[in-house]
């Protein structure tokens, strides 16, 4: 059996659904089928779902091309997502692609969620229900991300905290030292690191 599906490409990018996350799918969709009005929340609930991993994934992506690291793909499995990248020449590249996940993420959904909180509802039931679980979504992935706990984002991410620290000390001593001296000498501590969540 194919562990992966193809769910076509982004911006050039594979999208990977395991085959754990189909069957997943296909059990909410069948449970629902009760009623018009279930099957249609459920629908809604798994596009929002997808629209905030893929939006999460998608943030690593950008940040990583930006840095210079091919992107070999976007993995989907159920409650996660995993983007897959060349390594990062730097340990600051790495913590930055960390970060990229979070913010993309938090910069759509924070604002939605602002906005149901603030302003209310819209008037078609659809998009209120689209953006009740995106916006929940995206609190509940974000908060868990930033975790300190491998193979979550905040393994990697909070490791530009120290990087900053060094960099500011190294200017106040009046030395001109760029990112790259400062994670090479990291980089032979940490090893390669492959992947990103």
Known sequence: MRRFVSGGRIGGVGIHIHWTLLVACALILLGSLQSLAHAAGAAIALLAYFA??????????????????????????????????????????????AWAGVVFQGAVGLPMLLWITLVGYTTLEVVNAFMAVFSFLTVVMVLLNLMPIPPLDGAVAWGIVPLLFRRLRERHRGRSTGWNSLDNRDAAQQGDEADER
């Open 52 to 97: 905030a991993v893929l939006l999460h994934e998608w943030g690593h992506v950008v940040v990583a091309r930006r840095r210079m690291c091919q992107v070999f793909g976007i993995e989907l499995y159920p409650f996660v997502g995993l983007t897959r990248f060349q390594n990062p020449r730097t340990r600051f590249d790495h913590c930055l692609i």
